[in-house]
């Protein structure tokens, strides 16, 4: 079983729209979760934490369900910009574990 | 956040040859990992650069063909060896930047392609 698991998407969604992420992780003793974005053809770049007491980033929001393990991230508004590859990413054990992406393209 | 400098960014080799790709971190850090980025895929960890002691690799990649160097905390290289074309990839250097919490940033990364 991959330690962390994602929807490859594509979603393809039209400007102004609200999309959501889910990403499910395996080590229920993970400590520490994030949201990476990967433009095409460049490095992954750190999106934001995600905590269980949930966070928000302007028009992102991110959430932790512990006891389900499932990581979440909702964009609303999106924007032409928004498109890019979305990774969850989870931490333990010194070791960092990538999902494989979820592709977004967000269309005029 | 750290800023990491990670050169060649690109490079076209022939097969059976080695690339050194190097990578400088503008702070110390304790951390340093090496990933792989094959077409269309996810990130691998290839290894974790240790300093002053051997590097730490993953299962399917070893020392002979991914040899690793970390002569000090702000600076490391992975050398590419006997190149074939199924090493053509995207290879990134991290960090895992501890000041705060554990966040892992990113070198530019190296697009190999090998002929």
């Known amino acids: 079983r991959k330690e962390v698991e994602q929807d490859p998407g594509p979603f393809n969604v039209p400007e102004g729209a609200t999309v959501a992420f889910n990403c499910t992780y395996s080590?229920?003793?993970?400590?520490?979760f994030f949201w990476y974005r990967q433009d095409c053809r460049k490095e992954p770049k750190l999106l934001m934490s995600v905590y269980s007491s949930g966070n928000e980033d302007g028009r992102f929001t991110a959430q932790l369900n512990r006891a389900s393990q499932y990581i979440s991230l909702l964009i609303r508004d999106s924007k032409l910009s928004d498109s890019a590859t979305y990774l969850c990413?989870?931490?333990?054990?010194?070791?960092?574990?990538f999902g494989s992406g979820t592709k977004l393209n967000v269309k005029p | 956040s750290a800023v990491i400098s990670q050169k060649p960014s690109r490079d076209i080799c022939q097969r059976g040859t080695s690339l050194t790709i190097q990578c400088q971190v503008d702070s110390q850090v304790t951390m340093m990992f090496w990933y792989r980025q094959q077409p269309g895929q996810s990130l691998t960890l290839i290894a974790t650069a240790n300093q002053g002691s051997e590097a730490t690799y993953e299962s399917g990649f070893v020392i002979d063909k991914f040899p690793i160097s970390r002569p000090n905390l702000t600076f490391s290289t992975l050398t590419v060896s006997n190149m074939s074309p199924e090493d053509s990839s995207i290879y990134l250097c991290?960090?895992?930047?501890?000041?705060?919490?554990?966040?892992?940033?990113f070198g530019s990364g190296t697009q190999l392609s090998v002929l």
């Open positions: 991290s960090v895992d930047w501890d000041m705060e919490e554990e966040k892992l940033f």
């Open positions: 080590n229920s003793a993970s400590q520490s």
């Open positions: 990413v989870v931490y333990n054990f010194n070791k960092f574990y």
